[in-house]
């Protein structure tokens, strides 16, 4: 349950899924329903959209006629900005206390372990909520293994229409809600995981994402203490900035689809307010971008192995990476000892998500490459983070290339 509402409902926003729902999409002249809803009073129509926030292309989720809805609107909704190529947005889910001391030896493993193309320098400073969500954004991958977006195409689609892009929440308010709900998350990367419980809440996210059906009680359950918090009372909120702007028509709200249901939902709200609110589908087939996946079991390896080839590796890695004239001591960490330390700090952690593909000899040339690659990364987020990049002219250029790439997030 909780995975399936942490995707929908939290917009924090990559390798190939494990294991794919054998669910068909959409067939030719069979009614798909959209997460679509047409809303109104008054003679004033308005648009609830539900998106699904990673994983699925807007046009397969809204594919036309229906997407003049968003095309012809007066004004577009959004949760917030999906701005994380900025320093400001990387700030508010980076911590300065390492996550692998916060968390079991176990529990901090199996997180890294799921996101084998994530650097685990990264992870290790993220704020509990970010780091839950990064094996489930593993799992939601597009075409070719490229990462998208759906709240971020709607934005992207009403700048190039001219169309005003407004939120009904700014980044940092959604991660004051979710460091507020910290104790859960932690409790959530602790709990060993239920497969059976992550295919279901998957199924059901499949389900509602890919062919617009909705096994309400499995992605809304309000007995649920996150239910309140992450959905019900952020809906509640978000009809103060909603009311007046339905009440003018031509609005285009596109928010987590979870949103949309439950007693507190958002559909619920508007009939209470005494909205009509009917749901839209089609006939007419989509092309699947993507499924969604429950992630695979966590991949063993031998710690004996692992210990040699990290007591090797740590100290040349040091000796690479922390060189005088290098890259990193010319624009992340000028001091020699404190950048040894931190590399030999990170090579650990980024040795670990390669282990299970040590072999007796050692550390391949590609895995060596790998970690030390994921521990300059740390390094240089940590640097960008902390605004402590060299003002040499390379490493300017280097921060300057990293804030336009958006190296985090969406």
């Known amino acids: 349950m909780f995975a399936a509402l942490l995707l ?111 650097p685990a ?28 977006a759906m709240d971020r195409e709607i934005q992207t689609r009403a700048k190039r229409a001219g169309i005003p892009s407004l939120h009904v929440e700014t980044i ?32 059901a996210l499949d389900d509602l994402c ?24 952020r809906n509640r909120a978000w009809m103060a900035t909603l009311s007046p702007e339905l009440a003018q028509g031509g609005a285009f709200v596109a928010v987590g689809a979870a949103h949309m249901f439950g007693a507190d939902g958002l559909i619920k709200l508007l009939e209470r307010d005494g909205y009509t609110v009917k749901r839209r589908s089609t006939t007419r087939p989509a092309q699947q971008g993507t499924t969604f996946s429950a992630p695979a079991l966590t991949p063993t390896f031998d710690r004996a192995l692992l210990l040699r080839v990290q007591t090797e590796l740590g100290p040349a890695l040091a ?16 001091d020699d000892s404190e950048c040894r330390g931190r590399v030999q700090a990170d090579v650990e952690i980024c040795l670990l998500q390669q282990a299970p593909k040590l072999v007796a000899a050692g550390a391949t040339p590609a895995i060596t490459q790998a970690v030390a690659g994921c521990t300059a990364a740390g390094l240089a987020l940590d640097a960008m983070v902390h605004d402590r990049f060299a003002e040499a002219p390379m490493c300017r250029a280097m921060q300057d290339a990293m804030q336009a790439a958006g190296k985090v997030g969406g």
């Not at 926030?53 to 999906?82: C, F, N, Q, W």
């Not at 839950?132 to 990462?147: D, E, K, L, Q, R």
């Not at 932690?186 to 279901?200: F, Q, R, S």
């Open 319 to 334: 000796d690479g990476i922390c060189a005088d004239g290098s890259l990193a001591r010319t624009c992340f960490v000028a």
């Open 172 to 203: 940092e308010g959604q991660s004051a809600m979710l460091a507020a709900a910290d104790p859960a998350f932690v409790a959530a990367l602790e709990a060993e995981p239920d497969v059976g419980e992550l295919e279901a809440a998957f199924r």
């Open 210 to 233: 890919m062919r617009g059906i909705v096994d309400e009680p499995r992605l809304v359950d309000p007995a649920a203490p996150e239910t309140e918090a992450l959905l019900f009372a």
């Open 121 to 148: 320098s990264i992870i290790d400073h993220f704020v509990p909520w970010a780091a839950a969500s990064v094996p489930m954004m593993m799992t939601a991958v597009g075409p070719g293994g490229s990462f998208i």
């Open 8 to 118: 929908l409902a939290a917009c924090v926003r990559v390798a190939p899924p494990s294991r794919t729902s054998p669910r068909p999409g959409p067939v030719a002249g069979v009614v798909h329903p959209l997460n679509l809803w047409d809303v109104e009073k008054a003679g004033k129509a308005s648009h609830l959209f539900g998106t699904c926030h990673i994983g699925v292309a807007l046009d397969y989720a809204l594919p036309r006629p229906d997407d003049e809805s968003l095309a012809k609107a007066r004004v577009v909704y959004t949760e917030a900005a999906m701005d994380f190529e900025s320093t400001d947005a990387i700030r508010l889910v980076w911590s300065e206390a390492r996550l692998s001391a916060r968390l079991s030896g176990p529990a901090f493993e199996r997180l890294v372990l799921a996101a084998p193309d994530f």
